[in-house]
């Protein structure tokens, strides 16, 4: 199913050299402060100062991050990415005795469910 979410307001430091942004994130690691550097893309090497879904408490942060001397600018962070996932529906001729015997002694229904970690993260090279 394809739906259209909103994006993010994505608050950054803008993007700067390597070492440049790795001293200025030390800098802010050491005063407390939950940031990470963009690794890839558009804004590789900027600071992320968070993601929000408010476009109200992402302009609060902006503000006080301003008034803190910092060079910050809101952009907007895109969330309509693919997701896959598989959905199996189990007959009721899988129920096994043991199963049943369970569910009658506590007087509960259980729903067959499995969970598999990923083994990979799909790229343009593994998926249409």
Do not use: H
């Amino acid at each position: 199913m394809e739906r259209e979410l909103p994006p993010l307001n994505w608050i950054l430091i803008p993007p700067q050299p390597f070492e440049a942004a790795r001293n200025q994130f030390r800098e802010l690691y050491l005063a407390g402060v939950d940031a990470y550097i963009v690794s890839d893309g558009e804004y590789r090497n900027a600071i992320s100062l968070g993601l929000f879904e408010s476009e109200a408490a992402a302009n609060a942060v902006f503000e006080e991050k301003k008034r803190e001397k910092l060079n910050v600018v809101l952009a907007k962070f895109p969330r309509n990415r693919l997701g896959y996932a598989l959905a199996f529906e189990v007959g009721p001729d899988v129920e096994t005795q043991w199963l049943q015997s369970v569910e009658a002694d506590i007087e509960r229904k259980f729903e067959f469910i499995e969970q598999n970690a990923c083994k990979g993260v799909a790229s343009s090279k593994k998926s249409p």
